[in-house]
């Protein structure tokens, strides 16, 4: 955090104003803080945002962009305060050094967690209580609570049954809750030699119920930022109706963009620009330029000499670019907006339902725009690879850059991209699921929409163990021992580009080093995923047979992929079918864990002939037609029999997906076909043929075929 922006001059030059004051008031030094990217402790935590937020106000100064308000979020205000010159760049330092060193005193002793409910419905909840409190008004459907670990726990654990959405802040400090009445009176004593007063520049409080209010940013006001709730969501709504229409969120990473969105949009201003600067493992000039560059094209004034000192900006052609791809073709018959085929996701254009929290993507899906970039064919049909499927559920579920814990993870039926599909993927907190439909013809009404895959969005956990365990009964293989399974399976090519370098197994286990290579959008999760999920069906042992992944018990991840990713897999011995599987970096340092991979056989070696019990003899000399004809009620029946239905409750036209055959299904209405008819079908013949009609039509055709006798040799 910083580093890179050490080579800027003015971002280097705050550094270096506060590099004594920070010497002599907390003991160490931020240039080499920023150098070493130390931040273990909440008093460097504290003390750099402000160092960062004040050399990234003087580097947006430096491109002509300066604030005309301003409003500061918790700890921000002190940054605010000083850019509003409410008190010296010193005074300002030495007021954080002191407050960050109360707070070592706090360290450890509480934690916090948005809620999916407003400051009102939060505080409600929690009246009376001194354990936990509404400390955050973050938006008008967002509210972050803060106190004692275990209360805390207990909203973890509780408040999703209830529908609401709960996500853990990363914080061992119960900030603006009572575990800091005690740090404020200290603070607020703390301020006597530095010279504070009121702001130059308009500043909306956030620290006081009006955000207008205008007072000298005293002792007492500063112990109210520390202790009292933080009412962004009303100084941002404040702020809009006094005229203001471009926000800009001065951070090394967005921590309040996406809540000042949502208070903007909620409050019916729509003409405004929410801007960024940083993001977390990001190029930091270059991410700077972009956020430079993207204000510009806002409406923002910048001064373009600090980037290009000489010469003069060029009129470009009057007209306006058009911004369109000429890679793929996107389908736009129904009007969907399409995915990103570089973000391994299927979501497109989002839709928030007025008055609740669910949310709605809307894509088209063919094989010209499936969202990964490999093949991911399964006996010649393209299926989406499941670590899209996640991905998406990932990318629904949380702001990018965002830690995300999914469970129950099912993914009923096999998506496949050989005819355009219209998709659609619906957060209704905390579920998630992706369905898909296919375009009704002109005239027909539309059919119903199939549900492929859903979850459930938790809190963000912990992965467990955070430390790849050693292997001492793991020998070498050869690394393409994966792909030569899969390929003996009838999957010659996975969906994302990786490598395995190494590989140990032993009894059920595997353990891959696989590199990746990264395409799409940086920082995706899916070529792990899709490495990982293409590791784990190769841990059940004896001769390779077809499986696939229908439900993940839980998916944990952290921070942001390795380019390098230790895979290991292992049976779980609990429960039939299953595999868990960790995810580490080559430290050995877990940053993933699936658990309860469950993984059917689709297809299995082919039974003795003894074992089917086919009429063969029944359709000699019979047309495909006849045979077809022939087939058709007892093919209805079988399915039935799998599907506990009647079999007049089973439409032969209609797909059966749609009817509710599902992925575990497909392999015993399979093998029942196989042994009633005395023929070998193919794992992927109810994906191919997806109607009752349509598989007595290919039974038709190969049993026709089978039984037709021999045409005399011509000379013989």
């Known amino acids: 955090m910083g580093r890179e922006l050490l080579a800027e001059p003015e971002f280097a030059a705050l550094v270096d104003e506060v590099e004594p004051i920070f010497a002599a008031e907390i003991g160490f030094s931020p240039r080499q803080v920023l150098t070493d990217g130390d931040l273990g402790t909440i008093d460097r935590v504290q003390t750099m945002i402000f160092v960062m937020q004040l050399g990234l106000a003087r580097l947006w100064s ?153 007072p000298v940013l005293d002792g007492a006001y500063w112990a109210a930022n520390l202790r009292d709730p933080v009412r962004l969501a009303a100084a941002t709504t404040a702020a809009a109706q006094d005229g203001h229409r471009v926000f800009l969120e001065i951070s090394p990473h967005p921590v309040v963009a996406h809540s000042l969105t949502e208070t903007l949009s909620e409050h019916g201003f729509e003409d405004v620009f929410v801007g960024t600067t940083l993001r977390r493992n990001q190029p930091e000039r270059a991410t700077f330029a972009i956020a430079v560059g993207t204000a510009h094209c806002h409406g923002v004034t910048v001064d373009w000499s600090r980037l290009q000192p000489h010469g003069g900006l060029a009129d470009l052609p009057p007209y306006a670019w058009q911004h369109r791809r000429h890679w793929r073709e996107l389908p736009t018959g129904d009007g969907n907006r399409g995915h990103d085929v570089r973000s391994h996701t299927l979501l497109g254009a989002v839709t928030a339902l007025a008055g609740s929290r669910t949310r709605a993507w809307r894509t088209s899906l063919e094989d010209a725009n499936r969202p990964y970039p490999g093949s991911h064919a399964l006996n010649g049909v393209e299926i989406v690879p499941a670590a899209v499927l996640v991905n998406t559920f990932l990318r629904a579920a949380g702001e990018e850059g965002e830690d995300v814990t999914l469970t129950g993870v099912e993914m009923t039926h096999p998506l496949m991209t050989a005819e355009r599909r219209q998709i659609q993927v619906v957060h209704e907190p905390p579920a998630v699921r992706l369905a898909a439909r296919t375009p009704a013809a002109p005239g027909e009404p539309e059919p119903a929409w199939l549900v492929h895959a859903t979850t459930d969005v938790a809190a963000p956990r912990q992965v467990k163990p955070d430390v790849l365990p050693d292997a001492p009964g793991l020998a070498p293989l050869d690394p393409g021992y994966v792909h030569r399974r899969l390929d003996a399976v009838g999957v010659p090519s996975t969906g994302f580009d990786w490598t395995i ?10 353990r891959a080093t696989v590199h990746t290579v990264a395409a799409g959008e940086p920082g995706s999760w899916a070529p792990a995923l899709d490495a990982a999920m293409s590791v784990a069906p190769c841990v059940f042992p004896g001769e390779p047979v077809l499986r696939m992944v229908v439900h993940i018990g839980e998916v944990v991840l952290t921070g942001t992929p390795p380019s390098t990713v230790v895979v290991d897999a292992a049976v779980d011995p609990a429960a039939p079918d299953t595999v868990r599987a960790l995810l580490a970096d080559v430290d050995g340092r877990v940053v993933g864990h699936l658990t309860g991979l469950r993984y059917p056989v689709i297809d299995a070696p082919a039974p003795d ?80 043929q997806p109607t009752i009609l349509a598989i007595a039509e290919h039974l038709g055709d190969l049993l026709a075929g089978v039984t037709a006798e021999p045409e005399p040799a011509i000379g013989g």
């Open 609 to 688: 002939e003894e074992e089917r019990r086919g009429p063969v003899g029944a359709f000699a000399g019979l047309t495909p037609a006849d045979v077809r004809d022939r087939v058709l009620p007892e093919v209805r029946a079988e399915i039935a029999a799998v599907m506990r239905l009647d079999p007049g409750d089973l439409a032969v036209r209609r797909p059966l997906v749609e009817q509710g055959l599902d992925s575990v299904m497909t392999v015993m209405v399979r093998r029942r076909l196989d042994k009633r008819f005395g023929c070998r079908l193919p794992a992927t013949l109810l994906w191919q």
């Open 62 to 214: 430096a491109y002509g962009v300066t604030p005309v308000a301003v409003i500061g979020h918790s700890v921000g205000e002190l940054a605010a305060a000083v850019t509003a010159g409410a008190m010296s760049v010193a005074d300002g330092a030495r007021l954080i050094c002191r407050r960050s060193k109360l707070l070592r005193q706090a360290e450890g002793k509480g934690a916090m967690v948005m809620a999916g409910l407003s400051f009102e419905e939060a505080a409600e909840r929690l009246a009376g209580r001194s354990d936990l409190v509404a400390a955050i008004a973050s938006a008008p459907g967002s509210t972050v609570l803060s106190g004692d670990v275990a209360a805390v726990e207990e909203v973890v654990n509780d408040w999703p049954a209830e529908g609401i959405m709960v996500r853990r802040v990363a914080s061992d400090v119960a900030f603006h809750s009572p575990q800091m009445e005690p740090l404020a009176a200290e603070l607020a004593a703390a301020t006597a030699d530095l010279a504070l007063g009121a702001p130059r520049l308009p500043m909306y409080t956030t620290a006081l119920p009006d955000p207008r209010s205008t």
């Open 501 to 510: 370098e190494t590989l140990l197994g032993g009894d059920g286990a595997l």
